[in-house]
T-cell receptor, first 110, second 115 residues
Framework: DQQVKQNSPSLSVQEGRISILNCDYTNSMFDYFLWYKKYPAEGPTFLISISSIKDKNEDGRFTVFLNKSAKHLSLHIVPSQPGDSAVYFCAASDNNDMRFGAGTRLTVKP | NAGVTQTPKFRILKIGQSMTLQCTQDMNHNYMYWYRQDPGMGLKLIYYSVGAGITDKGEVPNGYNVSRSTTEDFPLRLELAAPSQTSVYFC??????????????FGNGTRLTVT
């Protein structure tokens, strides 16, 4: 069963605009959420995280929003840059293990 | 400053063969993980370990075995390779300071094909 879902396989945005990547989860026991970024032929790298006691966490151009009632989180990248082109994975944890979504491929066009 | 190192990078196996995927980390992390990534399916947890001598099953453990005799090493063993095990395998580690919530550090993966 897919407990973490990223329903958009791909997203294309223009350089300088906002990128919004979405993620939904089904397990209400998840209390910590993370985003990872993956370039081809490399492993995922940690980008940003948020605890369930918060609804927003910001780190430079990256902001993650959490809506617990809707079991939904999103990653905003502003402004988007060509170097942000990668696959982004959403992940959720309940302290036992970490479950991942299928990923969204972001392409930022110059 | 190597982080998490996986070997080999690529491997082709025949059905029924066995092999061990190697993973080592130099960050003194307690927690280590094995994931597989199938196209369009995200990463699925195979096995994990919270310290030397301790291992636990993840979502998809069938067909695999692990051991954790040292903090640094966490090899993944495939005993009887099947085509369904064709995938990209990622090893990861974390400090475990926040338990299973700690961000993972990944290796660059092993691409395995079983024919």
């Amino acid at each position: 069963d897919q407990q973490v879902k990223q329903n958009s396989p791909s997203l294309s945005v223009q350089e300088g605009r906002i990128s919004i990547l979405n993620c939904d989860y089904t397990n209400s026991m998840f209390d910590y959420f993370l985003w990872y970024k993956k370039y081809p032929a490399e492993g995922p790298t940690f980008l940003i995280s948020i605890s369930s006691i918060k609804d927003k966490n910001e780190d430079g151009r990256f902001t993650v929003f959490l809506n617990k009632s809707a079991k939904h989180l999103s990653l905003h990248i502003v402004p988007s840059q060509p170097g942000d082109s990668a696959v982004y994975f959403c992940a959720a944890s309940d302290n036992n293990d970490m479950r991942f979504g299928a990923g969204t491929r972001l392409t930022v066009k110059p | 400053n190597a982080g998490v190192t996986q070997t080999p990078k690529f491997r082709i196996l025949k059905i029924g063969q066995s092999m061990t995927l190697q993973c080592t980390q130099d960050m003194n992390h307690n927690y280590m993980y094995w994931y597989r990534q199938d196209p369009g399916m995200g990463l699925k947890l195979i096995y994990y370990s919270v310290g030397a001598g301790i291992t636990d099953k993840g979502e998809v453990p069938n067909g695999y075995n692990v051991s954790r005799s040292t903090t640094e090493d966490f090899p993944l063993r495939l005993e009887l390779a099947a085509p369904s095990q064709t995938s990209v395998y990622f090893c990861a580690s974390s400090s475990g300071q926040a338990g299973g919530r700690s961000p993972l550090h990944f290796g660059n993966g092993t691409r395995l094909t079983v024919t």
